[in-house]
């Protein structure tokens, strides 16, 4: 065991140096327990970490976190979905150094990873927005800022420093405010626009209808729009205050404006076009037709996301939907893939399927949850180097070698959870 720890330590590697973080960190984990009795901050069993998150979270932020919509069916399928992908190693290939890196809009990336935009993570913990885009930083994760956020865009900018950093836009109806949002965001080096179609209005939530709890009718998680000059512009006029002095009105007129239960149209996509010059990709493709659709308008990506089971209860599983969505636009766009990925070998299965890169959400806010932003870097460090390793004993040394040579669909499909 100690021998092939020690051989595993990579010294002179082709990968560049998060690589050797990655594939360092499962060392480095059982060193600190073995030498100095320190054991990781969060749980490393992918099944028990929502469990250690509600041990310490309060109820309603909980259930606003672990909570889907609906029966949960979705997420349920979501993980079943996985189930039904096997992995079928190869042996005796050159795969003790792997190289994680992909390339995405022309710009290289370390991790195949990126951190889903996860709204109001001030209720999680102290260390919210600006502590998670800190560390994914520290570890080249690429960090996707939520529109319905509790740090400014600015402050995140600042705090996530030099790292890739992506800005999720939940499309006001007033195209003023979405022009000035995407000023801020290109001003201050997020390099990507996501756009959220998923989520115009809140999907039947029942953990959160029966707690009365929905964080930013109180003005919890508006940060992106109370600090918006065109917003407070717009408010002052109408309710002679500050957003500041008149929380609650500035809530609704916030929320009135993005979640307002009116849905944008395809023919829109030109204004954002207009007024982005980056990347444009679109959350929340789930049908090979609006695939096809996201082509001709013109994005440059989409994600295969069912909001990880949060929308529509009852909805497919967001991965088996990868393979037709991949096959419907062929490399006319890049197809990026979430909902329900908790360990290395999904995201191989996810990869191998087309997606070129895969987000998480809940396990690193409940990283956050347990451990402040120490937490939610271990949550994701772990991911990386689970994949990794996973990689490895797949026999697979890049993230190209994923491909569908490498996985089979089976028939048995499995518990949903299962304990270890
Ligand atoms: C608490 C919470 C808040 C979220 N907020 C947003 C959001 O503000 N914008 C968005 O596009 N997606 C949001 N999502 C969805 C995630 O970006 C992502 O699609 C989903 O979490 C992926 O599924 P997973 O949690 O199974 O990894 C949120 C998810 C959670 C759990
Ligand atoms: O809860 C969500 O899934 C979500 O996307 C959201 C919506 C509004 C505010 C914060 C998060």
């Not at 370390?110 to 001030?122: F, H, I, N, T």
């Not at 959160?208 to 002052?236: A, C, H, S, W």
């Not at 679109?282 to 001709?296: C, F, S, T």
């Not at 932003?373 to 180097?385: D, E, F, P």
């Amino acid at each position: 065991m100690s021998s092939s720890i020690d051989k595993q330590q990579p010294q002179s590697v082709n990968g560049t140096e998060k690589h050797r973080q990655y594939g360092a960190f499962q060392n480095e984990i059982y060193r600190e327990g073995m030498f100095k009795q320190r054991l990781p901050i969060v749980t490393t069993n992918p099944n028990n970490l929502e469990d250690h998150a509600k041990s310490i979270l309060k109820p309603t932020a909980f259930n606003y976190v672990a909570g889907g919509a609906g029966e949960r069916a979705t997420m349920d399928a979501n993980r079943l979905a996985f189930r039904q992908w096997k992995i079928v190693p190869r042996m005796l290939r050159p795969t003790t150094r792997r190289d994680l890196a992909i390339t995405l809009f022309g710009e290289k990336y370390d991790s195949p990873v990126l951190m889903a935009p996860v709204g109001v993570q001030q209720i999680f913990h102290e260390d919210k927005e600006t502590g998670l885009s800190e560390v994914c930083s520290e570890i080249g994760v690429p960090y996707i800022l939520s529109t319905a956020s509790s740090s400014s865009i600015e402050e995140v900018a600042k705090s996530n420093g030099k790292g890739p950093r992506w800005f999720q836009l939940y499309w006001p109806q007033d195209d003023d405010v979405t022009i000035s949002l995407l000023k801020r965001a290109k001003a201050n080096g997020y390099k990507v626009l996501v756009v959220t179609l998923d989520t115009w209005a809140l999907a039947w939530r029942p953990a959160d209808l029966d707690g009365g709890y929905v964080p930013f009718i109180k003005g919890v998680g508006n940060k992106t729009g109370f600090t918006d000059p065109v917003f407070r512009e717009k408010f002052q006029k109408k309710f002679n205050a500050t957003p500041e002095e008149k929380v609650l009105e500035a809530s609704t007129e916030w929320v009135g404006d993005v979640f307002s239960g009116a849905a944008h149209s395809w023919d829109q996509i030109s204004l954002l076009k207009k007024h982005w010059d980056g990347p444009i990709v679109l959350k929340g493709i789930q049908h090979p037709e609006d695939a096809k659709l996201a082509v001709e308008a013109g994005v440059d990506g989409i994600i295969c996301s069912n909001h990880g089971g949060r929308q529509l209860d009852g909805a497919v599983g967001s991965l088996e939907m990868l393979p037709e969505i991949v096959e419907a636009v062929g490399d006319k766009l890049t197809v990026l893939f979430d909902s329900g990925i908790r360990t290395g070998v999904d995201i191989i299965k996810a990869l191998s399927l087309g997606a070129k890169a895969v987000l998480i959400g809940r396990p690193a806010i409940y990283g956050l949850a347990v451990g402040g932003k120490q937490g939610a870097k271990q949550v994701l460090q772990g991911i990386l180097a689970d994949l990794d390793q996973s990689m490895g004993l797949a026999g697979i040394s890049n993230v190209a070698g994923c491909n569908r040579s490498m996985i089979r669909k089976v028939q048995y499909g499995g518990d949903v959870k299962s304990s270890n």
